[in-house]
Nanobody
Framework: QLQLVESGGGLVQPGGSLRLSCVAS????????VGWFRQAPGKEREGVSC????????NYADSVKGRFTISRDNAKNTVYLQMNSLKPDDTAIYYC?????????????????WGQGTQVTVSS
């Protein structure tokens, strides 16, 4: 069964950090680009960041550039999103998505597979 599972979300104060993980099972994650999306209450899902299959290319939405870092460990079949200097506007459910295309389209991948999401809440 093809599956993506996110973890690492939680409640953090403004200015704090979290690291999200996305682990794949049932398929090899390194075949294609992988990205992170988020959806805040009452808003549409938006792309956050994407990393190419080999990890050599990374892209970010302007809203997170300089604060978030995407990385991958293909040996562990895992992609990470390090989030620093978190703001209340970053509060959302974060999803990882993967696809068969090796490169990102801007800061989003071809999203053939989705995880179930992990909640990130930034609040004092």
């Amino acid at each position: 069964q093809l599956q993506l599972v996110e973890s690492g979300g939680g409640l953090v104060q403004p200015g704090g950090s979290l690291r999200l993980s996305c682990v794949a099972s049932g398929f090899t994650l390194d075949y294609g680009a992988v990205g992170w999306f988020r959806q805040a209450p009452g808003k549409e899902r938006e792309g956050v960041s994407c990393i190419s299959s080999g990890g050599g290319s990374t892209n970010y939405a302007d809203s997170v550039k300089g604060r978030f870092t995407i990385s991958r460990d293909n040996a562990k079949n895992t992609v990470y999103l390090q989030m620093n200097s978190l703001k209340p506007d970053d509060t959302a459910i974060y999803y990882c998505a993967a696809g068969r295309r090796r490169y990102c389209s801007g800061y989003v991948p071809q999203a053939d597979y989705w995880g179930q999401g992990t909640q990130v809440t930034v609040s004092s």
